[in-house]
């Protein structure tokens, strides 16, 4: 299951039943992994409360979360994931920390992940850049980046550029975008890229299934309560 862009603030606000829905959705759709790629977090002035709730709450699902830091929650020592060692209390739960991008493996469910998370505000980075060749090992090779799509146009933006040829030069099996907050099929061929949207942007979230006979497929689920 691919989201972005929830911008949770606090609890008992809207965005935090888009949390909720973000639940019931992978319970639902019985998702081997969660990928937020972004912007989970409005800023870093969450409370502890949001964080604590969210933890509980992802620590019950029966399922991996991988968790992309963007340029509204940011990995600075402040933010909900700097600040507070309770992630660490919830084993399913992994965090792209690392400034120059991370390969994190899921060997169970035959999944390698990579992601460059946003370090400060004023980080300046180009989200795939860097972006390791697929290892080639059988795995599905799933990269997450928060950033703008400017296709084949010229750079018009100081950061968070994410171009065509990136994308198809990557090599990855499929693409997880985040900062639009409107679903969007990005590139289709030769490498799957999509912005899942935002649970109210979009109102749902997108099942990605991966088979080895039929190739990947997605679809929308919708939000519910
Ligand atoms: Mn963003």
């Known amino acids: 299951m691919h989201t972005s862009d929830l911008h949770l603030e606090s609890l008992g606000e809207r965005g935090c039943q888009d949390f909720t829905s973000l639940i019931l959705a992978a319970g639902q759709t019985k998702a081997d992994l969660v990928v937020i790629a972004g912007d989970l977090f409005d800023s870093q002035r969450v409370k502890d409360d949001l964080i604590d709730f969210m933890v509980e709450e992802l620590r019950n699902l029966p399922a991996q979360v991988v968790i992309l830091p963007g340029n509204h929650d940011c990995l600075?020592?402040?933010?909900?994931?700097?600040?507070?060692?309770?992630?660490?209390?919830?084993?399913?739960?992994?965090?792209?920390?690392?400034?120059?991008?991370?390969?994190?493996?899921?060997?169970?469910?035959?999944?390698?992940?990579?992601?460059?998370?946003?370090?400060?505000?004023?980080?300046?980075?180009?989200?795939?850049?860097?972006?390791?060749?697929?290892?080639?090992?059988?795995?599905?090779?799933?990269?997450?980046?928060?950033?703008?799509?400017?296709?084949?146009?010229?750079?018009?933006?100081?950061?968070?550029?994410?171009?065509?040829?990136?994308i198809v030069e990557s090599g990855w099996d499929y693409i997880a975008l985040g900062h639009v907050p409107v679903f969007k099929v990005i590139c289709d061929e030769p490498v799957l890229a999509c912005y899942s949207g935002s649970p109210q942007g979009s109102g749902g979230f997108l099942i990605v299934e991966f088979d080895e006979e039929t190739g990947i497929k997605w679809r929308r689920h919708p939000t519910s309560f």
Not at 95 to 113: A, C, H, M, Q, Y
Not at 151 to 161: E, H, I, L, T, V
Request: aromatic share 12%; net charge negative.
């Open 76 to 166: 600075t020592p402040a933010s909900a994931y700097g600040r507070s060692t309770i992630w660490e209390d919830c084993p399913n739960v992994r965090i792209f920390r690392s400034p120059e991008g991370e390969t994190v493996k899921f060997p169970d469910l035959n999944i390698t992940l990579w992601g460059k998370p946003v370090m400060s505000y004023n980080d300046v980075i180009s989200p795939l850049e860097g972006i390791p060749r697929p290892e080639g090992n059988g795995c599905w090779n799933i990269a997450v980046a928060h950033g703008f799509y400017i296709g084949n146009d010229p750079p018009y933006a100081p950061s968070y550029q994410i171009t065509r040829r990136e």
